[in-house]
Protein backbone atom coordinates (compact mmCIF):
# COMPACT_ATOMS: atom_id res chain seq x y z
CA UNK A 1 0.00 0.00 0.00
CA UNK A 2 2.78 2.06 0.54
CA UNK A 3 5.46 1.46 -1.43
CA UNK A 4 5.88 4.77 -3.36
CA UNK A 5 8.76 7.49 -2.20
CA UNK A 6 6.77 10.09 -0.18
CA UNK A 7 6.86 13.43 -2.20
CA UNK A 8 10.24 15.45 -2.21
CA UNK A 9 8.91 18.06 -1.04
CA UNK A 10 6.59 17.14 2.09
CA UNK A 11 9.73 14.77 2.75
CA UNK A 12 12.08 17.75 2.61
CA UNK A 13 10.15 19.39 5.08
CA UNK A 14 10.53 16.75 7.84
CA UNK A 15 14.11 16.40 7.88
CA UNK A 16 14.46 19.64 7.91
CA UNK A 17 12.99 19.70 11.71
CA UNK A 18 15.50 16.88 12.79
CA UNK A 19 19.21 17.48 13.40
CA UNK A 20 19.79 13.63 14.42
CA UNK A 21 17.49 11.82 12.41
CA UNK A 22 20.28 11.51 9.28
CA UNK A 23 22.88 9.78 11.72
CA UNK A 24 20.37 7.49 13.47
CA UNK A 25 18.88 6.77 9.96
CA UNK A 26 22.21 5.61 8.44
CA UNK A 27 22.37 3.17 11.36
CA UNK A 28 19.10 1.83 10.48
CA UNK A 29 19.75 1.69 6.78
CA UNK A 30 23.10 -0.16 7.36
CA UNK A 31 21.86 -2.61 9.68
CA UNK A 32 18.32 -3.50 8.16
CA UNK A 33 18.37 -2.13 4.58
CA UNK A 34 21.07 -3.56 3.76
CA UNK A 35 20.60 -6.91 6.50
CA UNK A 36 19.33 -10.16 5.81
CA UNK A 37 15.63 -8.97 6.95
CA UNK A 38 15.38 -5.58 4.70
CA UNK A 39 17.30 -7.48 1.50
CA UNK A 40 15.21 -10.58 1.94
CA UNK A 41 11.50 -8.49 2.39
CA UNK A 42 12.62 -6.15 -0.52
CA UNK A 43 13.13 -8.87 -3.01
CA UNK A 44 10.10 -10.80 -1.48
CA UNK A 45 7.78 -7.71 -2.18
CA UNK A 46 9.53 -7.31 -6.17
CA UNK A 47 8.15 -10.82 -6.26
CA UNK A 48 4.36 -9.97 -5.74
CA UNK A 49 4.73 -6.84 -7.07
CA UNK A 50 2.34 -7.61 -10.29
CA UNK A 51 -0.06 -9.62 -7.62
CA UNK A 52 -0.42 -6.37 -5.43
CA UNK A 53 -0.67 -3.87 -8.03
CA UNK A 54 -3.76 -6.09 -10.02
CA UNK A 55 -5.19 -5.87 -6.45
CA UNK A 56 -4.57 -2.75 -5.36
CA UNK A 57 -7.76 -0.61 -6.75
CA UNK A 58 -9.97 -3.64 -4.95
CA UNK A 59 -7.81 -3.15 -1.29
CA UNK A 60 -8.38 0.72 -1.58
CA UNK A 61 -12.26 -0.19 -2.34
CA UNK A 62 -12.65 -2.52 0.14
CA UNK A 63 -14.44 -1.22 3.82
CA UNK A 64 -11.64 -0.20 6.13
CA UNK A 65 -13.16 -2.27 8.69
CA UNK A 66 -15.85 -4.82 9.11
CA UNK A 67 -17.43 -5.89 12.67
CA UNK A 68 -19.34 -8.57 11.31
CA UNK A 69 -16.64 -10.01 9.71
CA UNK A 70 -14.07 -9.48 12.01
CA UNK A 71 -16.23 -11.84 14.22
CA UNK A 72 -16.67 -14.60 11.75
CA UNK A 73 -12.75 -14.65 11.29
CA UNK A 74 -12.30 -14.91 15.09
CA UNK A 75 -14.89 -17.52 14.76
CA UNK A 76 -13.64 -19.46 11.95
CA UNK A 77 -9.92 -19.36 13.42
CA UNK A 78 -11.03 -20.80 16.99
CA UNK A 79 -12.76 -23.56 15.25
CA UNK A 80 -9.77 -24.60 12.96
CA UNK A 81 -7.24 -24.12 16.05
CA UNK A 82 -9.71 -27.01 17.83
CA UNK A 83 -9.92 -29.13 15.23
CA UNK A 84 -13.12 -28.55 13.48
CA UNK A 85 -12.03 -27.50 9.89
CA UNK A 86 -13.63 -23.89 8.82
CA UNK A 87 -11.22 -23.93 5.77
CA UNK A 88 -9.86 -20.19 5.52
CA UNK A 89 -10.25 -17.86 7.77
CA UNK A 90 -12.19 -15.14 5.02
CA UNK A 91 -14.78 -13.89 7.06
CA UNK A 92 -17.42 -15.59 5.47
CA UNK A 93 -19.29 -18.32 7.13
CA UNK A 94 -19.96 -20.86 4.37
CA UNK A 95 -20.44 -24.18 3.91
CA UNK A 96 -17.63 -25.49 5.36
CA UNK A 97 -17.51 -23.42 8.58
CA UNK A 98 -21.16 -24.44 9.24
CA UNK A 99 -20.23 -27.77 9.31
CA UNK A 100 -16.93 -26.99 11.92
CA UNK A 101 -20.08 -25.20 13.83
CA UNK A 102 -21.90 -28.28 13.54
CA UNK A 103 -19.00 -30.52 14.66
CA UNK A 104 -18.12 -27.95 17.44
CA UNK A 105 -22.15 -28.11 19.17
CA UNK A 106 -21.87 -31.40 19.03
CA UNK A 107 -18.68 -31.72 20.31
CA UNK A 108 -20.16 -29.73 23.25
CA UNK A 109 -22.72 -31.05 23.32
CA UNK A 110 -25.00 -27.72 22.20
CA UNK A 111 -28.06 -28.33 19.48
CA UNK A 112 -26.54 -29.01 16.07
CA UNK A 113 -27.90 -26.29 14.13
CA UNK A 114 -24.70 -24.45 12.51
CA UNK A 115 -25.58 -21.65 13.46
CA UNK A 116 -23.93 -20.13 16.91
CA UNK A 117 -25.77 -18.90 20.17
CA UNK A 118 -23.94 -16.08 21.84
CA UNK A 119 -22.84 -18.21 24.43
CA UNK A 120 -21.34 -20.65 22.24
CA UNK A 121 -19.41 -18.29 20.31
CA UNK A 122 -18.44 -16.24 23.25
CA UNK A 123 -17.18 -19.57 25.21
CA UNK A 124 -15.25 -20.94 22.17
CA UNK A 125 -13.66 -17.62 20.96
CA UNK A 126 -12.26 -16.99 25.15
CA UNK A 127 -11.36 -20.40 24.90
CA UNK A 128 -9.00 -20.23 21.90
CA UNK A 129 -7.70 -16.97 23.48
CA UNK A 130 -7.03 -18.69 26.95
CA UNK A 131 -5.13 -21.35 24.85
CA UNK A 132 -2.88 -18.80 23.42
CA UNK A 133 -1.25 -17.99 26.69
CA UNK A 134 -0.19 -21.82 26.79
CA UNK A 135 1.05 -23.49 29.87
CA UNK A 136 -0.07 -26.66 32.06
CA UNK A 137 -3.37 -27.36 31.23
CA UNK A 138 -2.41 -26.23 27.15
CA UNK A 139 0.20 -28.52 27.39
CA UNK A 140 -1.29 -32.03 29.17
CA UNK A 141 -4.25 -31.60 26.61
CA UNK A 142 -1.73 -31.65 23.51
CA UNK A 143 -0.73 -34.95 24.74
CA UNK A 144 -3.95 -36.16 25.91
CA UNK A 145 -5.89 -38.82 23.19
CA UNK A 146 -8.04 -35.61 21.96
CA UNK A 147 -5.52 -32.77 21.79
CA UNK A 148 -6.77 -29.38 22.07
CA UNK A 149 -10.40 -30.34 21.75
CA UNK A 150 -10.47 -31.68 25.38
CA UNK A 151 -9.72 -28.20 26.80
CA UNK A 152 -13.53 -26.95 25.96
CA UNK A 153 -14.77 -29.88 28.07
CA UNK A 154 -11.82 -29.05 30.83
CA UNK A 155 -12.97 -25.50 30.53
CA UNK A 156 -16.45 -26.00 30.39
CA UNK A 157 -16.93 -28.44 33.52
CA UNK A 158 -14.09 -25.46 35.41
CA UNK A 159 -17.32 -23.12 34.67
CA UNK A 160 -19.70 -25.40 35.72
CA UNK A 161 -17.98 -25.95 39.31
CA UNK A 162 -17.15 -29.40 38.08
CA UNK A 163 -13.23 -29.35 37.76
CA UNK A 164 -11.76 -32.92 38.77
CA UNK A 165 -8.60 -34.26 37.50
CA UNK A 166 -10.99 -37.10 36.10
CA UNK A 167 -12.99 -34.72 33.76
CA UNK A 168 -10.56 -31.78 32.91
CA UNK A 169 -7.62 -32.45 30.58
CA UNK A 170 -7.64 -35.70 29.89
CA UNK A 171 -6.03 -36.32 33.38
CA UNK A 172 -5.38 -39.24 35.66
CA UNK A 173 -6.39 -40.15 39.78
CA UNK A 174 -3.84 -41.47 41.87
CA UNK A 175 -4.94 -44.16 44.29
CA UNK A 176 -6.35 -42.89 47.30
CA UNK A 177 -5.88 -39.34 46.24
CA UNK A 178 -8.73 -36.67 45.94
CA UNK A 179 -9.65 -35.77 42.85
CA UNK A 180 -8.55 -32.02 43.29
CA UNK A 181 -5.05 -33.24 44.31
CA UNK A 182 -4.69 -35.82 41.50
CA UNK A 183 -5.43 -32.69 38.91
CA UNK A 184 -2.73 -30.76 40.54
CA UNK A 185 -0.49 -33.47 40.06
CA UNK A 186 -0.98 -33.81 36.27
CA UNK A 187 -0.66 -29.97 36.04
CA UNK A 188 2.72 -30.18 37.48
CA UNK A 189 3.72 -32.95 35.54
CA UNK A 190 2.86 -31.28 32.36
CA UNK A 191 5.23 -28.90 32.68
CA UNK A 192 8.35 -31.32 33.91
CA UNK A 193 10.36 -34.34 32.80
CA UNK A 194 8.66 -36.69 35.73
CA UNK A 195 5.63 -38.47 35.41
CA UNK A 196 3.13 -38.23 38.13
CA UNK A 197 3.21 -41.38 39.16
CA UNK A 198 7.45 -40.15 39.96
CA UNK A 199 6.95 -36.73 40.91
CA UNK A 200 4.40 -38.43 43.83
CA UNK A 201 7.76 -41.27 44.87
CA UNK A 202 10.21 -38.00 45.15
CA UNK A 203 10.92 -37.09 48.69
CA UNK A 204 9.23 -33.44 49.74
CA UNK A 205 6.93 -33.40 46.73
CA UNK A 206 3.38 -34.42 48.55
CA UNK A 207 3.30 -34.14 52.20
CA UNK A 208 0.27 -34.98 54.20
CA UNK A 209 -1.13 -33.72 57.57
CA UNK A 210 -4.30 -32.45 59.48
CA UNK A 211 -3.99 -28.60 58.80
CA UNK A 212 -7.51 -27.74 59.90
CA UNK A 213 -8.26 -29.74 62.56
CA UNK A 214 -11.16 -31.56 61.35
CA UNK A 215 -9.33 -35.18 61.65
CA UNK A 216 -8.95 -35.39 57.43
CA UNK A 217 -5.61 -35.22 55.52
CA UNK A 218 -4.66 -32.03 54.11
CA UNK A 219 -2.24 -32.04 51.30
CA UNK A 220 0.64 -30.00 50.97
CA UNK A 221 2.39 -29.84 47.17
CA UNK A 222 6.06 -28.63 47.19
CA UNK A 223 6.95 -27.73 43.14
CA UNK A 224 10.68 -26.40 43.87
CA UNK A 225 11.73 -30.54 43.85
CA UNK A 226 9.50 -31.10 40.65
CA UNK A 227 12.33 -29.92 38.45
CA UNK A 228 10.49 -27.37 36.27
CA UNK A 229 10.91 -24.18 35.59
CA UNK A 230 7.67 -23.14 35.28
CA UNK A 231 6.51 -23.04 38.30
CA UNK A 232 9.83 -21.69 40.19
CA UNK A 233 10.64 -17.68 40.20
CA UNK A 234 14.14 -16.79 41.29
CA UNK A 235 14.07 -17.68 44.71
CA UNK A 236 10.34 -19.32 45.39
CA UNK A 237 8.41 -21.93 43.75
CA UNK A 238 4.43 -22.75 44.14
CA UNK A 239 3.35 -24.67 46.84
CA UNK A 240 0.14 -26.05 46.48
CA UNK A 241 -1.83 -26.34 50.09
CA UNK A 242 -5.32 -28.55 49.72
CA UNK A 243 -7.64 -28.21 52.94
CA UNK A 244 -10.37 -30.56 53.09
CA UNK A 245 -13.83 -29.29 53.33
CA UNK A 246 -17.32 -30.73 53.31
CA UNK A 247 -17.66 -30.25 49.57
CA UNK A 248 -13.91 -31.71 48.89
CA UNK A 249 -10.28 -29.91 48.96
CA UNK A 250 -10.09 -26.14 48.51
CA UNK A 251 -6.75 -25.05 46.26
CA UNK A 252 -4.34 -22.58 47.86
CA UNK A 253 -1.35 -21.14 46.57
CA UNK A 254 1.88 -19.97 47.40
CA UNK A 255 5.25 -18.76 47.00
CA UNK A 256 7.69 -20.35 49.21
CA UNK A 257 10.82 -22.93 49.13
CA UNK A 258 11.57 -24.96 51.74
CA UNK A 259 8.25 -25.26 53.12
CA UNK A 260 7.03 -28.17 55.76
CA UNK A 261 3.17 -28.48 57.06
CA UNK A 262 4.28 -26.80 59.69
CA UNK A 263 4.86 -23.37 57.52
CA UNK A 264 0.78 -23.54 56.78
CA UNK A 265 -2.83 -22.92 59.00
CA UNK A 266 -6.23 -23.99 57.79
CA UNK A 267 -9.32 -22.80 59.02
CA UNK A 268 -11.83 -25.11 56.98
CA UNK A 269 -10.53 -24.82 53.30
CA UNK A 270 -8.90 -20.78 53.59
CA UNK A 271 -5.06 -21.40 54.22
CA UNK A 272 -2.16 -19.18 55.48
CA UNK A 273 0.93 -19.64 56.01
CA UNK A 274 2.46 -18.27 59.31
CA UNK A 275 5.84 -18.14 60.94
CA UNK A 276 6.73 -20.66 62.61
CA UNK A 277 7.77 -19.00 65.69
CA UNK A 278 5.77 -16.19 65.81
CA UNK A 279 2.37 -18.05 63.67
CA UNK A 280 2.83 -14.16 61.69
CA UNK A 281 0.68 -14.61 58.29
CA UNK A 282 2.28 -13.95 54.89
CA UNK A 283 0.85 -13.18 51.97
CA UNK A 284 0.11 -16.39 49.66
CA UNK A 285 0.35 -16.10 45.73
CA UNK A 286 -2.33 -14.42 45.28
CA UNK A 287 -2.26 -11.85 47.46
CA UNK A 288 1.61 -10.76 45.61
CA UNK A 289 0.84 -10.50 42.05
CA UNK A 290 2.33 -6.75 41.88
CA UNK A 291 5.46 -8.38 43.51
CA UNK A 292 6.35 -10.11 40.07
CA UNK A 293 7.47 -6.54 39.07
CA UNK A 294 7.32 -4.06 41.63
CA UNK A 295 8.92 -5.90 44.35
CA UNK A 296 11.84 -5.95 41.71
CA UNK A 297 12.52 -2.14 42.10
CA UNK A 298 13.92 -2.41 45.87
CA UNK A 299 15.45 -5.09 48.17
CA UNK A 300 13.19 -8.11 49.19
CA UNK A 301 11.97 -7.91 52.66
CA UNK A 302 11.87 -11.33 54.75
CA UNK A 303 8.73 -12.34 55.09
CA UNK A 304 8.20 -15.27 58.05
CA UNK A 305 11.92 -16.43 56.36
CA UNK A 306 10.60 -16.35 52.97
CA UNK A 307 12.33 -14.05 50.03
CA UNK A 308 10.42 -13.16 47.48
CA UNK A 309 11.29 -12.19 43.61
CA UNK A 310 14.47 -10.73 45.00
CA UNK A 311 16.30 -10.40 41.47
CA UNK A 312 17.21 -6.93 39.82
CA UNK A 313 14.47 -5.43 37.78
CA UNK A 314 16.85 -5.08 35.25
CA UNK A 315 17.09 -8.96 34.69
CA UNK A 316 13.58 -9.52 35.40
CA UNK A 317 12.27 -11.97 32.68
CA UNK A 318 9.10 -11.18 30.51
CA UNK A 319 8.73 -15.14 29.96
CA UNK A 320 9.34 -15.87 33.42
CA UNK A 321 6.49 -12.88 34.29
CA UNK A 322 4.26 -14.26 31.96
CA UNK A 323 4.20 -17.84 33.04
CA UNK A 324 3.09 -16.35 36.38
CA UNK A 325 0.40 -14.64 35.05
CA UNK A 326 -0.99 -17.69 33.41
CA UNK A 327 -0.69 -19.32 36.41
CA UNK A 328 -2.71 -16.72 38.60
CA UNK A 329 -4.98 -16.62 35.87
CA UNK A 330 -5.87 -20.07 35.41
CA UNK A 331 -6.48 -20.02 39.86
CA UNK A 332 -8.75 -17.32 39.32
CA UNK A 333 -10.97 -18.65 37.05
CA UNK A 334 -9.90 -17.10 33.85
CA UNK A 335 -9.27 -13.26 32.71
CA UNK A 336 -10.31 -10.05 34.07
CA UNK A 337 -12.92 -8.43 33.05
CA UNK A 338 -13.75 -4.66 33.72
CA UNK A 339 -16.35 -5.49 35.82
CA UNK A 340 -14.48 -8.38 37.57
CA UNK A 341 -10.90 -6.15 37.80
CA UNK A 342 -9.77 -6.04 41.26
CA UNK A 343 -6.33 -5.71 40.96
CA UNK A 344 -5.26 -3.16 38.17
CA UNK A 345 -1.75 -3.97 37.75
CA UNK A 346 -2.73 -7.89 37.04
CA UNK A 347 -5.25 -7.35 34.61
CA UNK A 348 -2.58 -5.23 32.48
CA UNK A 349 -0.01 -7.97 33.20
CA UNK A 350 -2.40 -10.40 31.75
CA UNK A 351 -3.79 -8.42 28.89
CA UNK A 352 0.24 -7.46 28.26
CA UNK A 353 1.12 -11.48 28.58
CA UNK A 354 -2.03 -12.23 25.47
CA UNK A 355 -0.42 -9.28 23.39
CA UNK A 356 2.72 -10.98 23.30
CA UNK A 357 1.42 -14.34 22.61
CA UNK A 358 0.03 -12.68 19.37
CA UNK A 359 2.82 -10.32 18.17
CA UNK A 360 5.03 -13.61 18.44
CA UNK A 361 2.01 -15.68 16.34
CA UNK A 362 2.17 -13.24 13.95
CA UNK A 363 5.89 -12.56 13.41
CA UNK A 364 6.80 -16.20 13.65
CA UNK A 365 4.44 -16.47 10.44
CA UNK A 366 5.92 -13.31 8.94
CA UNK A 367 9.35 -14.81 9.37
CA UNK A 368 8.35 -18.22 7.75
CA UNK A 369 7.40 -16.58 4.85
CA UNK A 370 11.02 -15.01 4.47
CA UNK A 371 13.25 -17.53 2.30
CA UNK A 372 16.74 -18.37 3.16
CA UNK A 373 17.71 -16.94 6.39
CA UNK A 374 17.82 -18.62 9.36
CA UNK A 375 16.44 -17.59 12.54
CA UNK A 376 20.00 -16.77 13.80
CA UNK A 377 20.18 -14.81 11.03
CA UNK A 378 17.43 -12.97 11.73
CA UNK A 379 17.74 -12.29 15.08
CA UNK A 380 21.40 -10.96 14.46
CA UNK A 381 19.65 -8.36 12.09
CA UNK A 382 16.93 -7.41 14.78
CA UNK A 383 19.06 -6.75 17.58
CA UNK A 384 20.16 -3.44 15.00
CA UNK A 385 16.49 -2.45 16.32
CA UNK A 386 17.44 -0.93 19.47
CA UNK A 387 20.41 0.71 19.18
CA UNK A 388 18.51 2.70 16.77
CA UNK A 389 16.07 3.83 18.32
CA UNK A 390 17.53 4.04 21.64
CA UNK A 391 17.38 7.56 21.82
CA UNK A 392 13.59 7.40 21.65
CA UNK A 393 12.94 4.54 24.08
CA UNK A 394 15.33 7.12 26.14
CA UNK A 395 12.49 9.73 26.41
CA UNK A 396 9.67 7.04 27.07
CA UNK A 397 9.84 7.99 31.15
CA UNK A 398 10.06 11.46 30.61
CA UNK A 399 8.63 12.44 27.23
CA UNK A 400 4.95 12.76 26.02
CA UNK A 401 3.51 10.21 23.72
CA UNK A 402 3.03 12.45 21.02
CA UNK A 403 6.49 14.00 21.34
CA UNK A 404 7.95 10.77 20.76
CA UNK A 405 5.91 9.73 18.24
CA UNK A 406 6.48 12.66 16.24
CA UNK A 407 10.64 12.30 16.93
CA UNK A 408 9.71 8.04 15.34
CA UNK A 409 7.65 9.67 12.69
CA UNK A 410 10.56 12.15 11.29
CA UNK A 411 13.20 9.31 11.84
CA UNK A 412 10.73 6.67 10.20
CA UNK A 413 10.44 9.59 6.74
CA UNK A 414 14.57 8.84 7.09
CA UNK A 415 14.80 5.55 7.12
CA UNK A 416 14.98 4.95 3.66
CA UNK A 417 12.94 2.15 3.76
CA UNK A 418 8.76 1.95 2.51
CA UNK A 419 6.53 2.13 5.09
CA UNK A 420 5.48 -1.82 4.16
CA UNK A 421 8.87 -2.84 4.50
CA UNK A 422 9.14 -1.21 7.91
CA UNK A 423 6.17 -2.74 8.93
CA UNK A 424 7.05 -6.08 7.98
CA UNK A 425 10.49 -5.90 9.33
CA UNK A 426 9.23 -4.64 12.57
CA UNK A 427 6.98 -7.14 12.94
CA UNK A 428 9.74 -9.85 12.78
CA UNK A 429 11.63 -7.90 14.85
CA UNK A 430 8.58 -8.09 17.51
CA UNK A 431 8.84 -11.47 17.58
CA UNK A 432 12.64 -12.17 17.96
CA UNK A 433 12.37 -9.45 20.36
CA UNK A 434 10.03 -11.14 22.70
CA UNK A 435 11.26 -14.83 22.14
CA UNK A 436 14.23 -14.03 23.07
CA UNK A 437 13.70 -12.15 25.68
CA UNK A 438 15.61 -8.81 24.48
CA UNK A 439 12.84 -5.82 25.76
CA UNK A 440 14.89 -3.23 23.71
CA UNK A 441 14.38 -5.13 20.42
CA UNK A 442 10.65 -5.54 21.03
CA UNK A 443 10.05 -1.83 22.39
CA UNK A 444 12.13 -0.52 19.75
CA UNK A 445 10.02 -2.66 16.89
CA UNK A 446 6.52 -1.76 18.31
CA UNK A 447 7.32 2.14 18.36
CA UNK A 448 7.64 1.88 14.75
CA UNK A 449 4.76 -0.27 14.30
CA UNK A 450 2.88 2.51 16.01
CA UNK A 451 5.11 5.26 14.45
CA UNK A 452 3.97 4.36 10.74
CA UNK A 453 0.47 4.22 11.93
CA UNK A 454 -0.70 1.34 13.60
CA UNK A 455 -1.94 2.35 16.62
CA UNK A 456 -3.20 -0.42 18.57
CA UNK A 457 0.89 -1.10 18.66
CA UNK A 458 0.91 1.49 20.95
CA UNK A 459 -0.85 -0.88 24.01
CA UNK A 460 2.60 -2.40 24.13
CA UNK A 461 4.39 0.60 24.62
CA UNK A 462 2.24 1.19 27.30
CA UNK A 463 2.52 -2.45 28.76
CA UNK A 464 6.09 -1.62 29.03
CA UNK A 465 6.03 1.25 30.74
CA UNK A 466 3.13 0.06 33.43
CA UNK A 467 4.88 -2.75 34.75
CA UNK A 468 8.68 -1.57 33.77
CA UNK A 469 10.17 -3.89 31.59
CA UNK A 470 12.24 -2.54 29.36
CA UNK A 471 11.43 0.78 30.18
CA UNK A 472 11.03 3.30 33.53
CA UNK A 473 7.81 2.48 35.11
CA UNK A 474 5.81 5.23 34.54
CA UNK A 475 2.10 4.62 35.29
CA UNK A 476 0.89 7.99 33.71
CA UNK A 477 2.97 7.96 30.97
CA UNK A 478 1.59 4.61 30.30
CA UNK A 479 -2.08 6.07 30.10
CA UNK A 480 -0.99 8.29 27.18
CA UNK A 481 0.10 5.24 25.07
CA UNK A 482 -3.08 2.94 26.04
CA UNK A 483 -5.12 5.86 25.28
CA UNK A 484 -3.61 6.08 21.96
CA UNK A 485 -4.71 2.69 20.94
CA UNK A 486 -7.72 2.38 23.08
CA UNK A 487 -8.90 5.73 20.63
CA UNK A 488 -7.39 3.56 17.81
CA UNK A 489 -10.13 0.77 18.01
CA UNK A 490 -12.70 2.63 19.20
CA UNK A 491 -12.46 4.71 16.10
CA UNK A 492 -13.17 1.13 13.86
CA UNK A 493 -9.61 -0.17 13.78
CA UNK A 494 -9.00 -4.03 13.59
CA UNK A 495 -7.62 -4.77 16.70
CA UNK A 496 -4.31 -6.77 16.66
CA UNK A 497 -4.33 -8.51 19.89
CA UNK A 498 -7.79 -10.78 20.89
CA UNK A 499 -9.83 -9.46 18.61
CA UNK A 500 -12.20 -12.20 20.15
CA UNK A 501 -12.19 -10.96 23.64
CA UNK A 502 -14.88 -9.42 24.59
CA UNK A 503 -14.47 -5.37 26.20
CA UNK A 504 -11.03 -5.73 26.08
CA UNK A 505 -10.56 -1.90 25.04
CA UNK A 506 -12.64 -0.72 28.03
CA UNK A 507 -10.55 -3.18 30.71
CA UNK A 508 -7.67 -1.52 29.61
CA UNK A 509 -9.15 2.24 29.62
CA UNK A 510 -10.28 1.19 33.27
CA UNK A 511 -7.21 -0.53 34.55
CA UNK A 512 -4.93 2.26 33.16
CA UNK A 513 -6.88 4.96 34.61
CA UNK A 514 -6.69 3.15 38.16
CA UNK A 515 -3.51 2.69 38.22
CA UNK A 516 -2.69 6.04 37.49
CA UNK A 517 -4.38 7.22 40.16
CA UNK A 518 -7.86 7.15 38.38
CA UNK A 519 -6.78 10.54 36.48
CA UNK A 520 -7.20 10.01 32.49
CA UNK A 521 -4.29 11.16 30.72
CA UNK A 522 -5.18 13.10 27.64
CA UNK A 523 -3.24 11.80 24.44
CA UNK A 524 -0.59 14.68 23.37
CA UNK A 525 -0.71 15.94 19.51
CA UNK A 526 2.40 15.07 17.34
CA UNK A 527 5.14 17.51 17.57
CA UNK A 528 4.66 18.99 14.21
CA UNK A 529 4.64 15.72 11.98
CA UNK A 530 0.70 14.42 10.12
CA UNK A 531 0.21 11.22 10.98
CA UNK A 532 1.57 8.87 8.20
CA UNK A 533 -1.24 6.81 7.20
CA UNK A 534 -2.68 9.86 6.07
CA UNK A 535 -0.02 9.84 3.09
CA UNK A 536 -0.82 7.78 -0.28
CA UNK A 537 0.79 6.71 -3.45
CA UNK A 538 -1.39 8.98 -5.58
Known amino acids: MFTKPLKPALAAAFLATSATGPAIADE ?46 ETQTALNYFGFNAGSADGVLG ?82 LPPEVSHAVDEVAASSEPSGEQLLQRTGFMQLADLNGDGRNDYV ?27 GYQRNDFLARGVTPASFACHQGT ?24 A ?67 GETQAGKVKGVTQAQIDSQCDAFGPAVQPFLAKLGTAGSGEVMGDVQKFVLQSGMSLEQLANTAGICLFSGYRRDDMEVALGA ?58 RPELIKAASAKLAGGRVQPVQASSGAAALPSFSSD
Open 95 to 176: RRSRAAITQYQIHMGYPATGHLAPYERNFLVSSYNRAQIGGPQVIKAMQGPQGVRGLLHGWRDEAAGLRTAGSSYGGNTYGG
Open 296 to 362: AAQPSVPLGGITLFDQPKESASLTSYCSKVSLLTSSNGGFMTADSMTDPELALGEQFCLARTYAINA
Open 446 to 503: ALILTGIGKRPYAELIGHHLALGFGAPNAAEKAQEWYSMAVISLESGTAPVFAPGQPG
Open 221 to 247: LDTSVSGSSFWCGASNCSVMVFASTPQ
Open 28 to 73: LGAAIVGGVIGGVIVNEIHKNKQRQRSTARTYRRAPAYSAARTENR
Open 271 to 294: CRMVDAGAEAPVQAAQETRSTVTA
